[in-house]
């Protein structure tokens, strides 16, 4: 199983800024799809984005379109979640997901990623 480690969580107050961290494998990186999903107490997994394996593809939840952003950075086999304009309601642990690229248009459910991360909590101050 690939590895996956999250970093970059933290307490941010609101309309503040965050960018979390996956670091993976080259192999992952270069070959999987990936995506952040978060959970906030008591809810379940919720999707947030998802970049196809190449990068050239992205996709959001339409609560954080133009608000967060998804990216890979090819020579740190990183990939980055760019949170801006927060608000209380973000507050989560967010995980980094991926999987083997597999051709379906569906990318949002937790059930389609089998690698996860240990997740980095995010507190958005109200």
């Known amino acids: 199983q690939v590895q996956l480690v999250e970093s970059g969580g933290g307490l941010v107050q609101a309309g503040g800024s965050l960018r979390l961290s996956c670091a993976a494998s080259r192999r992952t990186f270069l070959s999987y799809d990936m995506a952040w999903f978060r959970q906030a107490p008591g809810k379940e997994r919720e999707f947030v984005a998802a970049i196809s394996w190449s990068g050239s593809n992205t996709f959001y939840a339409d609560s954080v379109k133009g608000r967060f952003t998804i990216f890979k950075v090819n020579d740190k086999n990183t990939l980055y979640l760019q949170m801006s304009s927060l608000k209380h309601e973000h507050t989560a642990v967010y995980y980094c997901?991926?999987?083997?690229?597999?051709?379906?248009?569906?990318?949002?459910?937790?059930?389609?990623?089998?690698?996860w991360g240990q997740g980095t909590p995010v507190n958005v101050s109200s």
């Open positions: 997901a991926a999987r083997s690229s597999t051709y379906t248009p569906s990318r949002t459910s937790p059930d389609l990623y089998s690698c």
